[in-house]
């Protein structure tokens, strides 16, 4: 969680940098004990937990002196070494040893850089719509929001703004936050405000190692656009789920304002940023951690579990589920509540798809007036004359919906264990009934 600028252009550069990395200089012991220095330099300074801080450093200092890193000639290794032996002391997701002497080179000189690397790196993101992949609303007046990042371009609050806009009229949110890896507090504050009424509400605080220092984020007392305070609110989360996203997640399910689905999240609550060691070595460095007020501490290497534990891969057919089912409960009005159900029973069947046995599914084959199934490679398909070949997706042993049509379903009628007749049903109820041909 960095501010805007050092963060845009350390993602531009570190991509460079690893471009150029195929043919790696060697380490040598100097330089070794010259980044083991400046880590523990660094960590001695800001890193958050002083009694943790003490334990790397003896850690890393009792390494170098007994040897454990002189074998490691490759720059990578010896970074990925050293990270891994701080995460067997205390594992700080925000906590890393990196080998990138491009981002260091252009870091020491971005006075010159910056200009250029700025308008590459907005021209990028602007590309990229700030990480805003995908806004839609579902059947059901369900909204579907996904994004991959919570960015630090303050021209990203536009696109935000656009996005609660788009999204104002529905009667319930999904978030997808499945792949977010995190990013700008700021944004987390400013997204979070949309979801909760006034008067202003305390969502998170940062402390630092120097314990007169405190940073706090509330809600905004004034936003673009409505809020959308009052709609059913679900967030999607995977293991992949991480930092600025969790503080999104964390704040939400801690006040109560939505229903997390999926999988336990990645496990960073610490603020971080990024420091130069060497030529040719740099650390993360978190110097900062979350404090959330209503729990007190925050979700650092534990993650925030889901109110319902799903695989990643079902999240999404979950909460379609729950949201339809319950806007269905507590409606009133009986025509928006069969809406409801109606696409409720839909999206039951593709979260727990409908199993019939063949020889079913072979007694409806046939022609009911001017309506023809067939059953090809295990599955019934519907056609009305001169209109398209539609498959039929089953929702019950005898009652069916068709792809490509969500107005109209299709129910067999038996008498005893013969097949009499097929229903057209709608929203409404019953539309007409043919008989089977004999």
């Not at 293991?239 to 939505?258: D, Q, V, W």
């Not at 022609?367 to 070949?389: A, H, N, V």
Request: proline share 4%; with cysteine.
């Amino acid at each position: 969680m960095k501010k805007f600028i050092p963060f845009l252009i350390l993602v531009f550069l570190s991509f460079i940098g690893l471009l150029g990395q195929n043919t790696q200089i060697a380490v040598d012991e100097a330089e070794k004990k010259a980044v083991i220095d400046a880590l523990c330099e660094n960590l001695e300074r800001e890193y958050i937990f002083p009694d943790i801080t003490e334990k790397y450093v003896r850690m890393l200092k009792d390494n170098l002196r007994s040897g454990k890193y002189d074998g490691i000639g490759q720059p990578q290794e010896f970074a990925l070494s050293i990270t891994n032996d701080l995460m067997s002391v205390h594992r700080d997701r925000h906590l890393s040893l990196r080998f990138n002497p491009e981002w260091v080179k252009n870091e020491r000189g971005r006075k010159e850089l910056d200009e250029k690397a700025i308008l590459l790196l907005k021209r990028r993101d602007r590309a990229s719509n700030y990480g805003f992949q995908e806004i839609k609303i579902l059947p059901g007046n369900i909204g579907y929001f996904k994004f991959s990042e919570f960015s630090y371009n303050t021209d990203a609050y536009d696109a935000a703004v656009g996005a609660m806009s788009f999204l104002g009229n529905t009667d319930a949110l999904i978030i997808d936050l499945r792949n977010n890896g995190g990013g700008s507090p700021e944004m987390v504050q400013f997204l979070c405000s949309y979801f909760l009424d006034n008067p202003r509400q305390h969502l998170n605080s940062f402390s630092y190692k120097d314990k007169e220092k405190l940073t706090q984020y509330w809600t905004y007392t004034y936003l673009p656009g409505k809020r959308l305070n009052k709609i059913d609110l679900y967030l999607l989360t995977s293991r992949g789920t991480f930092s600025a996203a969790e503080e999104f997640t964390y704040n939400l399910k801690n006040m109560k304002r939505a229903v997390i689905i999926g999988e336990t999240t990645g496990g960073g609550a610490h603020d971080n940023k990024f420091v130069i060691l060497t030529d040719n070595f740099m650390m993360s460095l978190p110097f900062a951690r979350a404090i959330n007020p209503i729990s007190k501490t925050n979700w650092e290497e534990v993650g925030v579990e889901p109110d319902v534990k799903v695989s990643q891969d079902k999240a999404l057919e979950t909460a379609q589920v729950m949201a339809s089912k319950k806007l269905a409960e507590k409606e009133k009005d009986p025509e928006f509540k069969a809406d409801y159900q109606w696409e409720s029973e839909a999206y039951q069947a593709a979260l727990n798809p409908v199993t019939i046995d063949e020889a079913i599914l072979r007694s409806y084959a046939g022609t009911y007036g001017p309506r023809t199934i067939t059953l090809e490679g295990g599955s019934l398909f519907y056609q009305r004359e001169g209109r398209p070949k539609m498959k039929m997706i089953p929702i019950a042993d005898d009652y069916f919906m068709l792809v490509g049509i969500d107005y109209f379903r299709l129910k067999f009628l038996k008498e005893g264990d013969r097949v009499v007749a097929v229903e057209g049903h709608d929203r409404a109820g019953v539309a007409d009934k043919h008989l089977k041909k004999k």
